[in-house]
């Protein structure tokens, strides 16, 4: 119902629209008017559609809640004498009821008399939501159509809403950053009143496993964090040497070299690679890459663990060329023409020019998108969880089975493990730290790009 709530206010805000844009078109052949008829229309679309979507957003936040509360008004008394973990696994079994996860006969009798008392306070909620919904889209309607005159600013007022309502997506945006960096810092602040901070920041071992009891015989656990970010470090690093050079070649040939209809051909078919699922550069790792390096290393005698870090770090650097290729074409196509041509004026030859002229002119925006891309490697999660190890080796060595951040935090955040209990804790500390990491990076890069922009704008 929701849905069709949505569906007629978009409709009722088309017509408004249309309804304001005429009166202002009639009062156009009679007078002047101070903006065009379109901003009148929008004007009144606006103004009408507005309070019914802020109507419609609030009752969508408090409908969970509000419901519940006026079905647990009516349930018998010995339903409201539960603890509240009871009455949480009572609620639990209406929702299943509701969603059709569960069937009737297999939930208690009063479990299926809430779900119906459910039904009705939800449907009477809505039916309620959209006569008001349409008061409202009537009331802004009328209140916008009088307000048009001839001198009415709608050009102006138009552009005053359109700012507020951009101004609010920023904020959302800012927020939601905000709120993702204080609820990691919040439980990251419980690890650390377990765990000493400099244990955890210089320590060289990580071993994450606790006792889940006090009578169970289990490790103390040590959770020295360097094993894992070396482990991240060295298959971002491989990633990289892979991706940077074939991504920044392949970047030069599409703006120099290639013709507009290779151009056309082959850019699509590279970022083709940016569309494909990481999932699947997953299992590319873990079931071809990784065995075939194997095998190659034991043909030469080689001791290759059968998820290297070598493999993991191939397919990631694979699926980061495009992003690398992308940007550095991107910069160096907005490198003027005349230093191009002042430069084969002077004799150099394309290749020369390129390599003294273009290449330093577009470096900073080329820097700035390996940056990027860097954090990219360090933050990916699925490739490295299929194909890498689990085994938290402090090692250099490529052939070798290395963990990351990221497969840790998904094993850490799975079990059985009690949620205050340092392993699973260990999770938000690693997710903290890899926070700060990508975000310095990131503002590096962001420096960089300006820096860049101030050049050439």
Known sequence: MITTIFGGLLLAAAAAYITGRGKARRLSDQEKL???????????????????????????????????????????????RMGPAATGLFFNDVRNLLTGAVGPGQVRPEAVAAAAAWRHYLRLGRSLLAGFAALAMAAGWGFAICRIKPSFPARDRVERIIRVILFLAAGVAVLTTVGILFSVLFEALHFFAKVPFSDFLFGLKWSPQTAIRSDQVGSSGAFGMIPVFAGTMLIAGIAMLVAVPLGLLSAIYLAEYARPRVRTVIKPLLEILAGIPTVVYGFFAALTVAPMIRDLGASLGLDVASESALATGLVMGIMIIPFISSLADDVISAVPRSLREGSLGLGATRSETIRRVVIPAALPGIVSGILLAVSRAVGETMIVVMAAGLSANLTANPLKAVTTVTVQIVTLLVGDQEFDSPKTLAAFALGLVLFVITLALNVIALQVVKKYREQYD
């Open 34 to 80: 101070h903006s065009r008829p379109v901003y009148h229309g929008a004007w009144t679309g606006l103004a009408g559609l507005l309070p019914a979507l802020l109507l419609v957003c609030t009752w969508m936040a408090v409908e969970g809640p509000v419901v519940m509360r006026l079905t647990a008004a009516g349930l018998p008394e010995s339903i409201g």
